[in-house]
């Protein structure tokens, strides 16, 4: 069933019918205080991160952590997550803080650059009743921008924040010399707005909250908020990576 891994068991047939029969196999989790405490130790280690990070204030390019920041004081329980593959995604493990059990959609282990447009939309037609976030990067978003289309198309109120730093990080990271990874991007809010949507661009002097309140405002259509980052930044390590 998948070149990325092999199968023990194969089951095939209606997804619904196979997840609520799985489910029902499924033992409760076993009383004990190991998430309380690992939910501490996590907390006290972003902290730490936020307390030791530099701050640098640059008119073109904001902080991917300040605006995390920003966008965790907006989420509640009407909103789905959905994060794509790529550096942004350590930034979004680290800083989101999602309080009200919140669905949160990603392709995990498959490394699916891309897969959050497409996911978002998915996620917004199966639970119209709430707003889907989905946060990616400028490489990712590129590889699907296209499908904004199906989104105004059928008018749907995702909100699409693309992480854009003009690099393919992760895939840099990974070489030892650098190549090919540099993007070429195109104007993302005018790119949406080609296509019908809204958008909004998040640099070093955007008052972010507005940009925030109006993305999730009550609307029939898309929103895209372009988040102008510096390319020379990283994610901080957390200290299991460090050790």
Known sequence: MSYEYAADITVIGDVADIASRIA???????????IKSLSASRLETMTGILESMPVDHHPRY????????QLNAHLNEQHNIVVDTGSHALWVSLFLRLRHRQRYVVSS???????????????????????????C?????????????TAVQNRLPVV??????????????QQVVPFGTTLQNPDFVAFAKAFGAEGEVVDGE??????????????????????KVSPAL???????EVA
């Open 24 to 34: 029902g196999r499924i033992p409760p989790p076993p009383k004990s205080d190991l």
């Open 62 to 69: 904001t902080n991917s952590l300040d605006f995390l920041l």
């Open 160 to 173: 699409i924040i693309v992480i854009n730093n003009g690099v393919l990080q992760n895939v840099m990271a």
């Open 109 to 135: 282990r498959l490394g699916t650059m891309g897969f959050s447009l497409p996911a978002a939309i998915a996620v917004q037609l199966a639970d119209p009743a709430k707003k889907t976030i989905a946060i």
């Open 234 to 240: 990283l994610a901080p390590l957390n200290k299991w």
């Open 206 to 227: 955007t008052d972010v909250v507005g940009v925030l309140e109006r993305a999730l405002a009550h609307r029939e259509g898309p929103f895209l908020i372009d988040v």
């Open 137 to 149: 990067g400028d490489g990712g978003f590129a590889m699907v921008g296209m499908e904004l289309s």
